[in-house]
């Protein structure tokens, strides 16, 4: 659990937030409408490719600190639930695999979570255990990582074997 000290504040990437949600809820997620979301581990896979890159981060930050009250994307409405926390961030820097990492993730809880930029099903993952989640996620970003360095552009699988990126996890 870390503040992110270490990041050039311009950098930017791909990342995923690991969630705690100690119990459940029902959210109301914008245009999604109300959700109802089991107690566990979430993963919620974005890019922070623009100008501020990872300060995106620090935004979401805020919001699951209860400092910050606008919501603007979905995952905003999720960290603005009281009990949620931010447990860790996985990040792989300077790189565009925002949907291949989502893509070998467990399926989405909610259709379109976070996702109505691209034809991913959702980039919010669920598991109970959020310790086999955490594991599920440095995976992810080490193989998409890795397939993007080989320029390889083709379909993302969950067999996909890359190790040579590892990425940052804070």
Same mark, same amino acid.
Request: some cysteine; hydrophobic content about 35%; charged content about 25%.
């Given at each position: 659990? #870390?503040?992110? &000290? ?48 990872? #300060?995106?981060?620090?935004?979401? %930050? ?41 893509? %070998? ?10 996702? #109505? ?11 109970? &255990? ?8 440095? %995976?992810?970003? %080490? ?22 990126? &590892?990425?940052? &996890?804070?």
């Amino acid at each position: 659990m #870390s503040a992110d &000290r270490d990041d050039p504040p311009a950098a930017g990437g791909t990342y995923t937030l690991l969630i705690e949600l100690p119990t459940a809820a029902t959210v109301e997620v914008g245009a999604l409408g109300a959700v109802d979301l089991q107690a566990g581990g979430y993963a919620y896979t974005g890019s922070a490719l623009g100008t501020g890159g990872f #300060s995106r981060v620090d935004r979401h %930050r805020r919001i699951a600190d209860g400092e910050h009250d606008v919501r603007h994307w979905h995952i905003d409405y999720l960290l603005g639930q009281p009990s949620t926390r931010i447990i860790d961030v996985t990040r792989s820097y300077g790189a565009d695999i925002e949907c291949a990492v989502a893509g %070998r993730l467990p399926s989405g809880p909610v259709d379109g979570f976070g996702a #109505s930029d691209c034809d991913c099903g959702s980039h919010l993952a669920h598991m109970d &255990r959020i310790d086999a989640l955490a594991e599920r996620v440095e %995976r992810a970003h %080490r193989r998409a990582a890795a397939r993007a360095e080989r320029g390889d552009a083709g379909e993302t699988t969950g067999d996909d074997r890359g190790y040579d990126n &590892r990425p940052s &996890r804070h």
